[in-house]
């Protein structure tokens, strides 16, 4: 190894590059999640009405520990996202009568 050596406790810079397909993102409305003792793996999928044949449009596999610190992660940006906007309304939330659409 070359470089300097990391100091405990100091931040360490990732430098990434973001592809222009990557930029464009997918939209994902489903997912499905399983595991084995050494991973978790993540099928991001779109489920629309009248599709018979719905498609996985992206795959993620991460280890046990990289999983636990993306749920440490999510959960600290959706406390900033609520402190900022108010509680995210779920369709299972009582008071979430206006999500979703009606004919």
Same mark, same amino acid.
């Given at each position: 190894? *070359?470089?300097?050596?990391?100091?405990?406790?100091?931040?360490? +810079?990732?430098?990434?590059?973001?592809?222009? $397909? #990557?930029?464009?993102? %997918? @939209? &994902?409305?489903?997912?499905? %999640? *399983?595991? !084995?003792? &050494?991973?978790?793996?993540?099928?991001?999928? $779109?489920?629309?009405?009248?599709?018979?044949?719905?498609?996985?449009?992206? $795959?993620?596999?991460? +280890?046990?520990?990289?999983? $636990?610190?993306?749920?440490?992660? %999510? #959960?600290?940006? %959706?406390?900033? @996202?609520?402190?900022?906007?108010?509680?995210?309304?779920?369709?299972?939330?009582? *008071? &979430?009568?206006?999500?979703?659409? !009606? !004919?």
């Amino acid at each position: 190894m *070359s470089g300097n050596p990391k100091q405990p406790g100091t931040p360490q +810079t990732l430098n990434m590059e973001l592809g222009e $397909r #990557e930029a464009e993102g %997918i @939209y &994902s409305n489903f997912v499905v %999640i *399983s595991h !084995s003792l &050494s991973e978790f793996v993540l099928d991001f999928a $779109r489920v629309l009405p009248g599709n018979q044949k719905n498609k996985v449009h992206a $795959r993620v596999i991460m +280890t046990p520990p990289n999983i $636990r610190a993306l749920l440490g992660a %999510i #959960e600290q940006n %959706i406390k900033k @996202y609520e402190d900022q906007f108010g509680k995210i309304k779920t369709a299972g939330d009582p *008071s &979430s009568k206006e999500i979703g659409f !009606s !004919s």
